[in-house]
T-cell receptor, first 113, second 112 residues
Framework: DAGVIQSPRHEVTEMGQEVTLRCKPI?????LFWYRQTMMRGLELLIY????????DSGMPEDRFSAKMPNASFSTLKIQPSEPRDSAVYFC???????????FGSGTRLTVV | GNSVTQMEGPVTLSEEAFLTINCTYT??????LFWYVQYPGEGLQLLLK?????DKGSNKGFEATYRKETTSFHLEKGSVQVSDSAVYFC???????????FGAGTRLAVHP
């Protein structure tokens, strides 16, 4: 099993540009979570999906952030337009119904200049 | 609401010292409790878990016991190694959809 796969690993973009982060969960996992990690705020849950349906997006900071899960094997987190304060590490995690614990991806380090 | 409080770091220890990282929680119902570890440049990895009161989770020499009476889940290890240097996160899962609520994390630095 390749684990949760995130791409890209690193992204540097200019303020105002659109950024798309991608995640492939573990096959058979039915829940998917997007987190943001910064020194100031720690780990913040942005949004999570269950069986591809968004359940709670109350953690999404602004309308500039959106997430989709078109099928069980793919999710995207989009920021449009990006701002310097969006700079952070973004993690995707998935878990099966039995909830033996989340499996996290390696993260995408986003830098907005 | 549900929340997790961890001791602030960094915790700095010499190799082979005893480790305790305190974690307390507030939750409605009966949460499951977890410890995750994050090594530099990596995602979080599940270290151990406990799903009911008095359960003890253990892995790689680390242990934590689910104490309902004190709402605690302290992480312990009898003899730390330099390779244990990382950030440790306590978390709870309560309610539906397996949503995890994390503490702020505690950085551990072990010196030879």
């Amino acid at each position: 099993d390749a684990g949760v796969i995130q791409s890209p690993r690193h992204e540097v973009t200019e303020m105002g540009q659109e950024v798309t982060l991608r995640c492939k969960p573990i096959s058979g996992h039915n829940s998917l979570f997007w987190y943001r990690q910064t020194m100031m705020r720690g780990l913040e849950l942005l949004i999570y999906f269950n069986n591809n349906v968004p359940i709670d997006d109350s953690g999404m900071p602004e309308d500039r952030f959106s997430a989709k899960m078109p099928n069980a094997s793919f999710s995207t987190l989009k920021i449009q337009p990006s701002e310097p304060r969006d700079s952070a590490v973004y993690f995707c995690a998935s878990t099966p119904v039995t909830h033996d614990g989340y499996t996290f991806g390696s993260g995408t380090r986003l830098t907005v200049v | 609401g549900n929340s997790v409080t961890q001791m602030e770091g960094p915790v700095t220890l010499s190799e082979e010292a005893f480790l305790t990282i305190n974690c307390t929680y507030t939750a409605t119902g009966y949460p499951s409790l977890f410890w995750y570890v994050q090594y530099p440049g990596e995602g979080l990895q599940l270290l151990l878990k406990a799903t009911k009161a008095d359960d003890k989770g253990s892995n790689k020499g680390f242990e934590a016991t689910y104490r309902k009476e004190t709402t605690s889940f302290h992480l312990e290890k009898g003899s730390v190694q330099v390779s244990d240097s990382a950030v440790y996160f306590c978390a709870l899962s309560a309610g539906g959809y397996n949503k995890l609520i994390f503490g702020a994390g505690t950085r551990l630095a072990v010196h030879p």
